[in-house]
């Protein structure tokens, strides 16, 4: 059994168009699998997407799905299932899908192919289903059974992935277990895996400290060069929290409606040496600037 602790509250559990808030979608990844996913350069990888195609135009994906995948209650994984997962992440009006707005049409033109045909040419438009939780897919046939409070989180947790929904509980933990029937022979190697969810961050600490539990997640930079000091593994993903000056630039009353203000407040901080010295060497700055007036 792997454990892993996070101070991020575990609230529900269950598929995510079933819109349950950012907290609940985190902890589903054992049991669901993307359409695509990338690589520590933000490239596009295959994932139950094995390829794509774009048209010469920009306004046309063509996804070739991996074929014979089934879900953990037997449903068959296809272009339908995807347009399913799709269609219904708007129909709740679950954050981030206003991209999915730009789609005029979904085309099937045989089992394990899916055509998405957009109004406008959209570069982004794979990148925020692979990076996103709106590419996780569900079964449809496990989405259309009526569920309640109590038992959405045994119905619609159903996805194709390594481990199958075992039990859960409100802010303590989600725990789950090997699928014997994943696609990938000889995976996964664990039986369990164990999300918990601990408010405090140093008794976090002390129980990784402890080996009561295998990994923290969401420490403060100072917690991190202990524990890289101890002889840790950290790892540190490309996206994590930002602190931001967002300017009036909208406001013509405002200076910073001004592109040259802008500019100059940009070049007059220096937030390289910011970001390294609040996360002690393990923040780098993000550096964006206004190209329009």
């Not at 194709?160 to 859960?168: A, C, I, L």
């Not at 989600?174 to 029937?181: A, F, I, L, M, P």
């Not at 393990?282 to 007036?293: G, H, P």
Request: proline share 4%.
């Amino acid at each position: 059994t792997f454990i892993w602790v996070h101070n991020g509250g575990i609230t529900q559990i269950g598929a995510i168009a079933d819109n349950l808030g950012f907290t609940a979608q985190r902890n589903t990844y054992p049991m669901f699998e993307g359409i695509l996913m990338t690589d520590e350069q933000d490239n596009l990888q295959p994932w139950l997407a094995k390829s794509w195609d774009i048209s010469p135009d920009g306004k046309t994906i063509v996804l070739h799905l991996e074929e014979n995948v089934k879900f953990q209650d037997g449903t068959d994984f296809d272009a339908a299932a995807v347009q399913y997962n799709l269609e219904a992440c708007v129909k709740a009006n679950l954050g981030g899908t206003a991209f999915l707005g730009n789609v005029a049409s979904y085309e099937i033109p045989d089992k394990y192919t899916l055509k998405i045909n957009l109004t406008t040419v959209d570069s982004t438009f794979l990148l925020r289903i692979a990076q996103g939780v709106l590419g996780l897919i569900a079964s449809p046939t496990a989405m259309q059974k009526a569920t309640t409070p109590e038992t959405i989180a045994q119905v619609h947790s159903v996805g194709t992935g390594p481990f199958v929904f075992d039990s859960w509980e409100r802010d303590s933990f989600v725990r789950y277990k090997k699928w014997d029937g994943y696609r990938k022979p000889g995976l996964p190697y664990l039986d369990y895996i164990e999300i918990r969810n601990t408010a405090d961050l140093t008794v976090s600490i002390m129980s990784l400290q402890a080996g009561e539990v295998d990994a923290v997640e969401n420490i403060d930079p100072v917690d991190a060069k202990n524990l890289g000091d101890l002889g840790y593994t950290l790892y540190q993903p490309n996206l994590y929290f930002l602190h931001s000056i967002v300017a009036s630039g909208n406001n013509p009353d405002s200076p910073f409606a001004i592109k040259e203000v802008r500019l100059a407040l940009d070049y007059a901080i220096d937030k390289r040496t910011i970001a390294q010295g609040v996360g002690m060497g393990y923040y780098e700055a993000l550096n964006q600037v206004a190209t329009e007036k």
